[in-house]
């Protein structure tokens, strides 16, 4: 049973070019009538532009290293890091052949220091004559290359002292805290005053690269392209006067035209249904845990009203004349335009919350900010 996103006329075109009716999924090469279970098929569409609206920059293991790194068929290019050895100047990150990469994938980053800390630490135990601090990602680089034994014995943990030092330095360089604080405030809040001040604040400072204050100003555009008090223009001009390449700021007016209101069909940031605003505001007087994993992608609401079995299906229509009557077990979901780890770690968490649902996530590509 297959099930697509109406909003995009691209979408609907390439579901019936794919999924001719009378091909009843062939292509598939299974039969829906030999299965006693339900399994449904999604199809979601995503412009080029909107991988800024739906994900702030994220914070697990992860997304950090193909966000910042790069991963490329499960390998990552580390030639640029300044001292690097030769045997590390590009690695393999692979859940499979990797289990503390496994382990730790969908992580957050303090989280991930936090367990190297502890192989180390257990190294020194069983061979306490080989004690060292271990305070810092520096001091943690500092051990493996003082202590050989510990590099032969784990060089799976070396590995990941080393691209961990790498995102340690570059979210360092780059004021990615503040950075990354400022844009959860723009997905997740509606403090337009706030987040115009704090914007501003930003662009003054010459650690931000200028892809990250264009990309800053992307998300206000978005979030607040209707708004009576907006100041899209000023800060426009602000993007020139510090340097910002023209390509940076024309891509500002081609986020709005592509990803804006009158393309996405739907609020993300103001929700107007009154159970979506009391569920808003119940979480704003509860508090959020970690300011940088307030945002969830629009896809973990699909799935959950999915799962429940309240999708719309004005939103997201049947292929063909079978429906969906039972809940699903099986759903594989197809994003047209590319998906981000940050929808990997939801659908994860979505497989762990649902016994009895397994949902499997693919796309055209694996989207970061560059690409």
Not at 179 to 200: T, Y
Not at 318 to 337: A, E, K, M, S
Request: charged residues 25%; proline residues 4%; aromatic residues 10%.
């Amino acid at each position: 049973i297959v099930r697509f996103w109406q909003n995009f006329e691209k979408c609907t075109r390439w579901m019936r070019c794919v999924f001719p009716e009378e091909y009843k999924l062939a292509c598939f090469e299974f039969s829906l009538k030999a299965v006693n279970f339900p399994m449904l098929f999604m199809i979601l569409l995503r412009s080029s532009f909107a991988f800024l609206l739906h994900h702030p920059r994220q914070w697990t293991y992860q997304a950090m290293v193909h966000e910042l790194l790069g991963i490329n068929n499960n390998r990552i290019d580390l030639s640029r890091v300044p001292g690097i050895s030769k045997d590390l100047r590009e690695v393999v990150l692979s859940a499979e052949n990797d289990e503390f990469y496994a382990n730790n994938m969908y992580l957050n980053f303090a989280e991930i220091g936090s367990n190297i800390k502890n192989l180390m630490e257990d190294f020194q135990r069983r061979k306490p004559k080989e004690q060292q601090k271990l305070e810092s990602i520096a001091d943690m680089k500092a051990f493996v290359e003082n202590y050989p034994q510990f590099k032969k014995m784990s060089g799976t943990v070396s590995k990941h002292v080393t691209v961990v030092g790498e995102l340690s330095r570059l979210v360092g360089e780059r004021n990615l805290l503040e950075v990354s604080e400022v844009e959860q405030e723009l997905a997740c809040q509606n403090d337009h005053s706030s987040a115009l001040q704090n914007v501003r604040r930003l662009l003054q400072n010459p650690k931000v690269s200028e892809l990250d204050a264009a990309r800053l100003v992307m998300l206000y555009a978005l979030h607040y392209e209707r708004h009576s008090s907006g100041s899209l223009p000023g800060l426009l001009t602000e993007l020139k006067n510090r340097g910002v390449s023209e390509k940076y700021r024309k891509l500002v007016s081609a986020v709005v035209e592509y990803g804006g209101k009158r393309i996405r069909g739907s609020d993300l940031f103001s929700p107007k249904d009154a159970v979506a605003i009391t569920k808003q505001f119940l979480k704003g007087l509860k508090g959020v845990e970690n300011v940088y994993t307030q945002h969830q992608p629009l896809l973990h609401e699909t799935l959950d009203q999915l799962i429940k079995g309240k999708l719309k299906d004005s939103q997201y229509p049947y292929l063909g004349p079978n429906t969906l009557r039972d809940r699903p077990q099986d759903i594989i979901v197809f994003i047209i335009g590319g998906a981000t780890y940050e929808e990997a770690l939801t659908v994860y968490n979505l497989n762990r919350t649902n016994p009895g649902v397994r949902i499997v996530l693919g796309g055209t590509t694996i989207h970061n900010t560059k690409r």
